[in-house]
């Protein structure tokens, strides 16, 4: 998924900045983790959710003729239970 390019910015000591998932195995995920601990780089895995349906569905009314006029700019906050979810 992202391993080999991440590896490759690492080895050319820029900073990695990856979607999720991280990386199909565990095993790619440490090569990752390895070569940006070796060249001292930043290893972020950052979260998308441009597949939620929440999002989805704001793109198409933007997209289409929805009555709100043109979209120039959209900003999102989310929040979540995520940390007060037992564990």
Same mark, same amino acid.
């Given at each position: 998924?992202?391993?080999?390019?991440?590896?490759?910015?690492? !080895?050319?000591?820029?900073? *990695?900045?990856?979607?999720? $998932?991280?990386?199909?195995?565990?095993?790619?995920?440490? +090569?990752?983790?390895?070569?940006?601990? +070796?060249? !001292?780089?930043?290893?972020?895995?950052?979260?998308?959710?441009?597949? !939620? $349906?929440?999002?989805?569905?704001?793109?198409?009314?933007?997209?289409?003729? !929805?009555?709100?006029?043109?979209?120039?700019?959209?900003?999102? *906050?989310?929040?979540?239970?995520?940390?007060?979810? $037992?564990?």
């Amino acid at each position: 998924l992202h391993a080999d390019h991440a590896v490759l910015a690492a !080895s050319r000591k820029k900073h *990695v900045i990856i979607s999720k $998932p991280m990386a199909t195995t565990l095993a790619d995920a440490e +090569r990752m983790v390895e070569a940006c601990e +070796r060249s !001292s780089v930043k290893l972020i895995a950052g979260h998308s959710l441009g597949f !939620s $349906p929440a999002i989805i569905e704001m793109a198409k009314l933007a997209r289409d003729d !929805s009555g709100i006029g043109k979209v120039q700019v959209a900003q999102l *906050v989310a929040f979540t239970d995520w940390m007060l979810l $037992p564990r």
